[in-house]
């Protein structure tokens, strides 16, 4: 498998790409974020590990600027900042997780482990059930034949109902694929995010498609006028 690193301090970098190397991956770098933009979207790589702070370009606008582009690569942020809001911003951004410096190279290796065993999964290009469509490859959504907008954190939540339509996914399961590592068990987010969903997919009067499971988690599945 092939990874992008983007990283301007040389020594992170070569820490990086040796590490990774002897794990068994390819690794390409970049120093900074025009070049690491460039080689991201000339080649098609398995994961990025990608900086926040960088010259040139910094890391959240080159999440921003692929996901656009309907780029789907596992894209893992590390930075030495910490704060709340920046990691919040760059994961809403589209980025699949979020590790802060400094961190324990096995850290690092089992969360680039983790974020390429979520995008095998992934295999198929487009997900119909009732009248919501959603191809993946250019991250449209359609219900009823009506585009629906969803934020990049919508979108991978959508999807991996959508992987697993009509069985039930544990909560677990989703703040796993869809937060990461980071996520804070004790918080509502997921609920939130599910109701903003829900009413982004049932506008204009279209029924019910996502399901509550009570203890459990959620499941997508058609239930006719019954839902």
Same mark, same amino acid.
């Given at each position: ?9 040389p ?10 190397? !002897? ?7 970049a120093?900074?974020?025009?070049q ?7 080649? !098609? ?8 702070? /960088? ?5 959240l ?12 690569? @596992? ?23 979020? $590790?802060?410096? @400094? ?11 983790? /974020? /390429? ?20 490859? +250019? ?12 934020? @990049?954190?919508?979108?991978a ?6 992987? +697993?339509a ?8 989703i ?21 903003? $969903? ?5 506008? +204009? ?15 997508? !599945? ?6």
């Open positions: 498998m092939k990874i992008l690193v983007i990283e301007d301090e020594k992170s970098a070569a820490f990086l790409q040796l590490g990774l190397t !002897e794990a068994g991956f390819v690794v390409d770098t120093t900074d974020g025009a690491g933009l460039g080689a991201a979207r000339g080649t !098609e790589y398995d994961l990025i590990i990608c900086d926040v702070m /960088l010259p040139k370009r910094d890391g606008s080159i999440v921003a600027e692929l996901r656009r582009l309907g780029r789907q690569t @596992p894209l893992l942020l590390v930075t030495a900042r910490n704060q709340i809001d920046d990691r919040v911003r760059g994961l809403d951004l589209g980025a699949d997780d979020y $590790l802060a410096k @400094p961190f324990a190279f096995a850290e690092l290796l089992a969360r680039v482990r983790a /974020l /390429l065993r979520r995008a095998a999964i992934r295999a198929a290009d487009s997900y119909q059930v009732a009248d919501l469509y959603c191809d993946v490859r +250019h991250r449209r959504v359609e219900r009823a034949g009506r585009r629906v907008d969803l934020t @990049p954190r919508e979108f939540l959508l999807l991996l109902l959508l992987e +697993h009509a069985e039930v996914v544990p909560r677990v399961l703040t796993d694929r869809v937060w990461g590592m980071n996520f804070d068990s004790d918080t509502n987010v997921l609920d939130v995010q599910v109701r903003r $969903l829900r009413s982004k997919l049932e506008i +204009h009067g279209a029924r019910p498609l996502i399901h509550t499971v009570r203890g459990v988690g959620y499941v997508l !599945e058609d239930r006719g006028l019954d839902a």
